[in-house]
Structures are given as C-alpha cells and as structure tokens.
C-alpha cells in the first residue's frame, strides 16, 4: 500500500512539474530570502489579494506571458504574500511578521504591488500597480543587469533598449 501512495505521488508531483514547469512556482518570503542568497538571485515578491482584479490580471498576462516567464524562471527568486494573511509569517530583518505586517513594512498601500530585493534582503525598489508584460519585461531587465546601481534612470535604459533593437 505504501509503494502505491509512493507511485501515485510520484506521479502526481511529475505531472505539476511538468504542467506547471519550475518558473510558475511561486514559494514563501523566508524560503525565497534562503534560495537568493544561495543562488545570488535577486527576489520579486508580489504582494497581492485574494480580491484585487489587477492581481489576477497581471497574474493572467503578465506572469503568464512566455518572455516574462522564462526570464523569471532564469534570473529571479519569485515570491507570493497573501496581504492579508495574518496567519502566515515570515522573518526579515531578524524579525518576524504576520504577512499584514510584512506587507506594512515594505510601505504598500495598494494592489499589487511588487518589491524588489537583492540576494541578500536589501530593497532595490517597490512598484504598485498593474503593469503589462510588454513594459514589465523591461523591469526584469534593469533589475537583472543592476543598472539601479549605476544610477541609470529607467528611461534611459528603455532609449538604450530600443536603439539596440
């Protein structure tokens, strides 16, 4: 009995691998803080409601779209906190918060919101509201290649995208 309930999930965790692939995966705030600062990948968390429609749109069109996608799976540590949530907690900081109150401490004050992070917990920079795939994409690309810390203002990295197209 216990081979079979092993082969059955097995099997199952094969599936969801499979369907699901490791980029659409997105895991707690204290495990992802743990697998950048192994991987030296910068963190994403999106902050979002169970109520809020451009969640579940950016959800739909913005993670969902194949080039945000891969370059999520690649380059980044992606985490998911319920707002909330008040039994869920997380440790940042040496100090441990229920997700309302991790959410209160990154400043959001709306939905969705997402925080970026280098490996090492550092905020590079929060960004509220929806935003599509086509300028999001951008986003994963001046946080990949840390132009943050050459001081480049993003609209001048998107002339420099766009003239070397």
């Avoid at 309930?5 to 599936?15: A, D, G, K, R």
């Avoid at 992070?117 to 951008?138: K, M, R």
């Avoid at 290649?145 to 766009?162: D, H, S």
Wanted: with cysteine; hydrophobic share 40%.
């Amino acid at each position: 009995m216990k081979k079979l309930i092993y082969q059955i999930l097995t099997f199952c965790f094969s599936v969801t691998s499979f369907v699901f692939g490791a980029g659409d995966s997105w895991i707690g705030f204290d495990e992802g803080i743990a697998l950048a600062e192994k991987n030296k990948k910068p963190i994403i968390v999106d902050f979002y409601t169970d109520w809020c429609h451009w969640c579940k749109v950016m959800d739909e069109k913005t993670f969902n779209e194949k080039d945000v996608k891969a370059k999520l799976q690649r380059n980044f540590v992606t985490v998911r906190i319920n707002a909330e949530d008040r039994k869920a907690t997380a440790t940042y900081r040496g100090q441990t918060f229920n997700n309302v109150q991790l959410t209160q401490a990154f400043g959001v004050t709306g939905f969705p919101t997402l925080a970026f992070l280098e490996d090492d917990g550092d905020v590079i920079t929060t960004i509220p509201g929806y935003i599509p795939a086509e300028q999001f994409i951008h986003i994963l690309s001046y946080i990949e290649q840390k132009m943050y810390e050459k001081k480049m203002p993003f609209e001048e990295f998107l002339k420099l995208q766009e003239k070397s197209k």
